[in-house]
């Protein structure tokens, strides 16, 4: 059974940061793919950035968060992390971790991320 839990979500003013977390158990393999989505009002579920195995860091390559957003992983913890820079308020979403394993996909229930002006 997969599980993705995530946390760190919250409340902040433009141009702070803020770090989400999404710990995973069941059965991940090192070779599976995670990442992150997110979900604006009014938008589709959008990719944030994915991440692999051999991977320690990846960017985000949108040009609404290139530079800004910056996925990690601890393996030893099971956790992936997503890392926000200068936040705006076009980055208010329900940001939601994400596996890919045995031709499907999993998600985390998300954790809201608001950026007030």
Known sequence: QVQLVESGGG????????RL???????????NVMGWYRQAPGNQ?????LIHSRELTTE?????????FTISRDNAKN???????NLTPED?????CYAFID????????TQVTVSS
Do not use: F, H
């Open 11 to 18: 409340l902040v003013q433009t141009g702070g940061s803020l």
């Open 21 to 31: 977390s999404c710990a995973a158990s069941g059965n991940i393999l090192p070779r």
């Open 45 to 49: 579920r959008e990719l944030v950035a």
């Open 60 to 68: 985000a390559e949108s040009d609404s968060m290139k530079g800004r």
């Open 79 to 85: 956790t992936i992390y997503l890392q926000m820079n």
């Open 92 to 96: 208010t979403a329900v940001y939601y």
């Open 103 to 110: 031709q499907r996909p999993y998600w985390g229930q998300g």
